[in-house]
C-alpha cells in the first residue's frame, strides 16, 4: 500500500482521476474499503460455521482461522493487513469476533449461536473476554503465517494447540 500512488491506482483501475476521488479521500481510503468488505464477509462465515458446528466455539474458529489462511482471492491484501497491522486494523478484525462492547448487535448475534454449555462463563461480560482472548491468539496466529512464511498446515497446526489449550484451561486443578 505504501508504493501505490493514485496515478497507479487510476491508471491500474483504469478509471479518470475525478472519479477515484468522487468515492475516496486518499489512497488508503480503497484498502481500508476492501478490507471492511473483507471483513464483513467473514463475519458472516463465522456466524455460518457456529451455525454449523451447532455453536462450538472452538471449532467453528479453527474452520475461520483455515478459511482466512487459505484465502487465494485477497492473498495479498490479507498479507499487506497483517504483515503491517496498525491499532486500527487490528480493531476492524477484532470486530469479526466482537465488538467494542458486549452489548452491541454485532456481539448479541454472535452471542446468540454460540453454545455455552460447553463454556466457563457466566454471563455476557465473561462471553466478551472469551471472544477477545480467541481473536487476540486468531491475529497473532494470521500474522505469524505470513511474517513467517508458514505452510497453510503448519500454520494451522500451530493455532490447532493454541486452541486446544485455551480449550482444555491453562491452569492445573
Known amino acids: 500500500m505504501h508504493e501505490a500512488s493514485i496515478s497507479n491506482i487510476v491508471s491500474s483501475a483504469q478509471i479518470p482521476r475525478g472519479s477515484f476521488y468522487q468515492y475516496f479521500e486518499d489512497k488508503d481510503d480503497p484498502y481500508h474499503f476492501l478490507l471492511s468488505g473483507f471483513i464483513m464477509k467473514i463475519n458472516h462465515v463465522f456466524i455460518s460455521l457456529l451455525k454449523k458446528h451447532e455453536g462450538d466455539l472452538f471449532e467453528s474458529m479453527i474452520d475461520l482461522f483455515k478459511i482466512i489462511i487459505e484465502e ?5 491484501l490479507l498479507r499487506n493487513a497483517f504483515l503491517n497491522m496498525t491499532s486500527k486494523l487490528e480493531d476492524k478484525f477484532s470486530r469479526i469476533f466482537s465488538d467494542r462492547h458486549e452489548t452491541s448487535e454485532n456481539f448479541k448475534e454472535l452471542g446468540s449461536v454460540i453454545n455455552r454449555n460447553n463454556l466457563n462463563i457466566n454471563d455476557e461480560k465473561d462471553l466478551y473476554y472469551v471472544m477477545q482472548i480467541i481473536s487476540a491468539v486468531t491475529i497473532r496466529n494470521v500474522v505469524e503465517r ?11 497446526s500451530n493455532y490447532q494447540i493454541e486452541i486446544q489449550m485455551l480449550k482444555n484451561g491453562l491452569a492445573r486443578e
Open 72 to 76: 487465494e482471492d485477497n492473498f495479498y
Open 146 to 156: 505470513f511474517a513467517k512464511d508458514l505452510t497453510n498446515e503448519s500454520a494451522l
